[in-house]
């Protein structure tokens, strides 16, 4: 840190995103991204959008709003669009969280805890059930925004609209966040609900389900003043926070709906595929309905088997606090049969290493 960093960050803590190490190839499976490259329209749109460089983006994003806007059947007022959907719940942070704080489960997306550190917000970290459910009456009449991950991160769990809309309900004078990150592998969505409640904000990306991790994609949709007030921190903040080329993406990659609704069945088939397996093994995973597996083995700490894993080649994620816990990205059928593979090994090596020294 130099002298210059304001005092109020020194004990700031950033996100630590998952490693992308270079010193050879992995199969990675850490860090939620598809399998699957982004559709053929994607790429030609890009390609025939790169010789427009020189010119900025359109900082409305107004096509690419009514796209989405036909596409969930709502209108582009209630449509916000962001540099990837963490940007979104930055600008939420910022926006929404006042005096009276935030409130998130204690187990869920990291960033959630670094933007209220990041805006002095005080944070209220409502504990999970011991089965890792979040139970929505410990957040009934809480008068603090709420940001919750549907399907969960990295338990996979889910509620399901009604649980949600009994929080939103309970709510009445708060806004409530729902981060639908990984909504396409299996959950059902609380978009529709934003008619009904002025106090809801759902989130939304492109990264996992469409496959632009690296395009950098997000959107949300809520009530038209819940967006205004969005828009009003964008463009107090970086205008321009959806390029060109994200846009055009973004736009082609709705027109190939089916093409993405296949890869994300593919990808749900895989993970009940793996999880079947894991169990096989001894394994212990939640019921996900995302894009990865959330499991413990009750013979082997996360830890030996996250560094035995690398040492094969193959990348998970393995959180400080869950430490009996990995988090399996699902990726093709064939990257989750290496998976098991290193599995057996790392299994069978520790049963003979226990038979020679019986
Ligand atoms: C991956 C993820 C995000 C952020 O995704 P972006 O790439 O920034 O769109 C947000 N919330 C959850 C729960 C995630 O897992």
Redesign the pocket.
């Known amino acids: 840190m130099s002298v210059f960093m304001q005092k109020k960050y020194m004990s700031l803590e950033a996100y630590t995103p998952g490693e992308q190490p270079q010193d050879m190839q992995y199969i990675k499976l850490n860090t939620?991204e598809s399998p699957y490259p982004p559709s053929p329209g994607v790429l030609e749109a890009v390609k025939s959008e790169a010789g427009r460089l020189q010119l900025y983006p359109d900082p409305e994003c107004r096509i690419l709003k009514e796209r989405l806007a036909e596409a969930n059947g709502i209108s582009p007022e209630n449509v916000f669009v962001s540099n990837?959907?963490?940007?979104t719940?930055s600008f939420a942070f910022m926006a929404f969280c006042g005096e009276e704080g935030v409130a998130f489960p204690s187990i869920s997306?990291g960033?959630y805890q670094v933007y209220a550190d990041l805006y002095g917000v005080k944070k209220h970290i409502i504990p999970l059930s011991p089965d890792f459910s979040i139970n929505p009456e410990s957040y009934f009449g809480l008068n603090k925004t709420i940001v919750i991950?549907n399907p969960n991160?990295p338990t996979g769990l889910t509620l399901a609209p009604k649980e949600v809309e009994q929080i939103i309900s309970k709510n009445p004078a708060s806004l409530v966040i729902i981060?639908e990150?990984?909504v396409a592998f299996g959950a059902e969505t609380c978009l529709p609900l934003i008619s009904k409640y002025e106090n809801l904000l759902i989130?939304r990306?492109?990264?996992?389900s469409h496959s632009m991790?690296g395009a950098?994609?997000?959107f949300a949709a809520a009530h038209p003043a819940v967006i205004a007030d969005l828009e009003k921190i964008k463009y107090s903040t970086n205008p321009y926070n959806v390029n060109r080329l994200t846009q055009y993406a973004g736009i082609a990659a709705l027109k190939d709906e089916d093409y993405y609704r296949a890869n994300c069945l593919e990808v749900a088939k895989t993970r009940e595929y793996t999880k079947k397996e894991l169990i096989k093994r001894g394994f212990l995973p939640t019921a996900s309905a995302a894009n990865f597996l959330f499991a413990m083995h009750p013979s082997y700490g996360g830890k030996v088997l996250y560094e035995g894993l690398k040492q094969k080649g193959v990348l998970v994620r393995h959180f400080k606090g869950i430490d009996d816990y990995l988090r399996i990205t699902i990726g093709t059928r064939g990257q989750s049969d290496a998976l098991l593979q290193a599995i057996d090994s790392i299994l069978n090596r520790e049963e003979e290493h226990e038979n020679s020294t019986n």
Request: charged content about 25%.
């Open positions: 939620n990837g959907s963490d940007e719940l997306y960033f991950a991160a981060d990150a990984y989130v990306t492109f990264s996992k991790a950098r994609l997000g």
